[in-house]
């Protein structure tokens, strides 16, 4: 078996000799804090410092890192790595530091730039471009992670030379437009990262955690570390991930091999040797398999593997034969051979033909089985991994459940001794508290605590004053009703006190005035639509047309006619010479007037002589 695993490891190194770079992973890290012209930045030297670390145990074949560039320095390391990553099937740039962007560009600020106008962009920083040009040469993975979105000092003291000029906060949206490449902002387009609190960025952190998980892909990789800083800032600063990968699964750091466990399947071995000899496929590989396993159901299919490939080499060979007959026909025409000559040729050549067929039709026999076979050792091992897997799901359900039930145990004595312990020293408090408490407040101080309780429970309107007057006296007898207590109301006691402490919310209904309504803790005052109007029950109702009242004509003609007589100047009258008096006065009497007595008998029972009246006519 050990001989037979040496002659594949040395047909398969033989193989893949032409690719003896791949897999080849390359890194560069840079971190500027001592910028010259705005204060200095505690963070980036740390993290760049921590996230090159990450990339060495990660096992990188080169990891360059660089503190505190000027933009000559940056260029060169640029430069530098582009040349690296010509081999490299991965390439990554880490950058953390000051970034800008300016009219959509984004640009990377080395530590010796002043930026006095916006111009001064150009000249004294790099685009994030020269970062993306520097790693396409890259294979298969393109990474740029930029730890840059920080609030920038430049942009404030900046000069404008065309007022329109747009300078943005944090760094601008980019869509790459390489295959296979990714762009990780430290904060999402248009906003700012925050250094936090600790020695290293919570971006910078979250990466060193997340992105040297084995076999981790990295689309969810980044998403671990969006949800990791979000956690750690409050929702405040949000990482975000521009470009795309294909569908693959794509690792900063390989899997890990799955080590076989104690009970591991004996036909293991034959399996991966098997598996081995199915990628490179050859008839030796397949003659050496057969050679060490001469039985079983893997000898089975490497046999069939090697009729499939006999029965493809008669296939090849037909039509080799083929192909001489046909042109051996053809050199007989051109040359004018006699008619048997080609006839013989033609025989010839149609049996090559039909030997080619023949050939044809047995390959794709052979291939079928083979097929079926191979179909059929997948669907063994599957049901063999099924078997496993199922006997470890029901051996970690098993001590799932024995956790579960020891931790509600734990739980539910927890909870009985601290329900126990709270009821001791509920019951101290209460014997203790009423003769503490009494003699340090005055009747007064007493009554004012209980009337802001009152008015806590929505039992009093009035202002917590220390009067017990009447209305404390009625709210404490509304908190009897609704509570069902029995407080005596004409004292301001520390029992009713100590009651109305206990009540977390309202007690007393709210009970609003007429044209308001209860909502929540207050009064509203309803609002009726145009032609209605609040009525008795609080209620909107419409509201009724007057009629016209009906007057008799002969009432109104009296009263034109009074307003006439009474208008009219005074006529001079003819009198008598006699007078007539009543309760409002004397006058002469009218002209063909005269005086008769009121009435008979007397006026009154005194002798005095009966009223006189005046008569017309």
């Known amino acids: 078996m050990r001989a037979f695993r040496w002659f594949l490891l040395f047909f398969f190194m033989w193989l893949v000799c032409s690719s003896a770079q791949a897999g080849h992973r390359v890194a560069l890290v840079i971190g500027n804090s001592a910028y010259k012209s705005v204060p200095r930045l505690a963070n980036p030297a740390n993290d760049a410092t921590l996230v090159g670390g990450m990339f060495k145990k990660a096992g990188f074949d080169s990891v360059d890192v660089r503190l505190d560039l000027n933009v000559g320095e940056m260029r060169k390391a640029l430069r530098e790595f582009g040349g690296r990553a010509r081999d490299a ?48 040469p890259a294979k298969q993975l393109r990474l740029i992670i930029l730890d840059a979105c920080r609030d920038n000092p430049f942009a404030k003291t900046m000069k404008r030379t065309i007022a329109s000029r747009a300078i943005g906060r944090g760094l601008a949206k980019i869509e ?19 250094d936090g609190d600790a020695k290293n960025s919570p971006f910078a952190a979250a990466l060193v955690e997340r992105l040297p998980t084995p076999g ?14 979000l956690k750690n800032t409050g929702n405040k600063q949000e990482p975000y991930v521009y470009g795309s990968l294909g569908g693959d699964d794509v690792s900063l750091v390989p899997a ?36 060490q396993y001469p039985d079983g159901f893997y000898a089975s299919l490497a046999k069939g593997q090697l009729s499939r490939i006999g029965a493809e080499e008669a296939r090849a060979a037909a039509a080799d034969k083929a192909k001489q007959a046909e042109d051996e026909r053809a050199r007989l025409a051109a040359e004018r051979a006699n008619k048997a000559e080609q006839d013989k040729a033609a025989a010839a050549a149609k049996a090559a033909e039909t030997a080619k067929l023949a050939a044809e039709k047995a390959r794709q026999t052979e291939e079928a089985k083979a097929a079926a076979a191979e179909q059929r050792r997948k669907e063994a091992e599957a049901a063999v991994a099924k078997v496993l897997a199922d006997k470890l799901v029901a051996e970690k359900a098993l001590a799932n459940r024995i956790a579960t039930d020891k931790a509600l145990a734990e739980l539910a004595a927890k909870q009985a001794a601290e329900k126990k312990a709270a009821i001791d020293s509920e019951t101290k408090v209460a014997a203790v508290a009423p003769t503490a408490a009494q003699p340090s407040l005055t009747p007064n101080e007493t009554a004012k605590l209980l009337q802001s309780e009152l008015r806590r429970v929505g039992c009093l309107a009035t202002a917590a004053d220390g009067d017990w007057n009447a209305p404390s006296q009625r709210s404490l007898t509304l908190f009897n009703k609704y509570a069902g207590t029995k407080f005596d109301t004409k004292l301001a006691s520390f029992d009713a006190l100590d009651a109305i402490k206990t009540r977390p919310g309202r007690v007393c209904p709210l009970i609003c005035e007429r044209g308001f309504r209860v909502d929540g803790d207050a009064c509203v005052k309803i609002t009726c ?37 009474e208008s009219a100047p005074a006529k001079p009258q003819a009198t008598t010479g006699q007078m007539f008096c009543n309760g409002a006065g004397c006058r002469p009497v009218r002209s063909g007037c005269k005086l008769v007595p009121g009435g008979s008998g007397l006026a009154s029972g005194d002798g005095r002589p009966r009223a006189m009246m005046e008569v017309c006519g």
């Not at 981790?216 to 800083?229: E, I, S, T």
């Not at 799955?258 to 293991?268: K, L, S």
């Not at 209605?532 to 007057?546: A, F, G, L, Q, S």
Request: proline letters at 6%; a negative charge; one cysteine or more.
């Open 89 to 136: 099937e991965v390439a990554v740039i880490y950058y953390a530091g000051h970034g800008i962007e300016l009219d959509g560009t984004n640009y990377l600020i080395p530590t010796d730039a002043t930026l006095e106008t916006d111009s001064d962009v150009l000249d004294e920083t790099l685009p994030l471009d020269r970062a993306m040009f520097a790693v396409e």
């Open 176 to 194: 790459p437009t390489s295959p296979n490449t990714m762009i990780a902002f430290a904060a999402k387009a248009g906003s700012t990262a925050s």
């Open 216 to 229: 981790l892909d990295l689309r969810k990789a980044f998403g671990f570390v969006r949800d990791d800083v």
């Open 256 to 291: 890990k091999p799955v080590v076989a466990g104690p009970q591991a399947n004996p036909q293991d071995a034959i399996r991966r040797d098997y598996e081995l000899a199915l990628q490179l496929g050859s008839r030796e590989v397949w003659t050496a398999f057969v050679a």
């Open 529 to 565: 639509r145009a032609g209605y109007r609040v009525n008795d029950d609080n209620e909107c109702e419409k509201i009724p047309e007057k009629k016209p009242i009906a007057t008799r004509d002969e009432t109104k003609n009296r009263d034109e006619q009074r307003k006439q007589v």
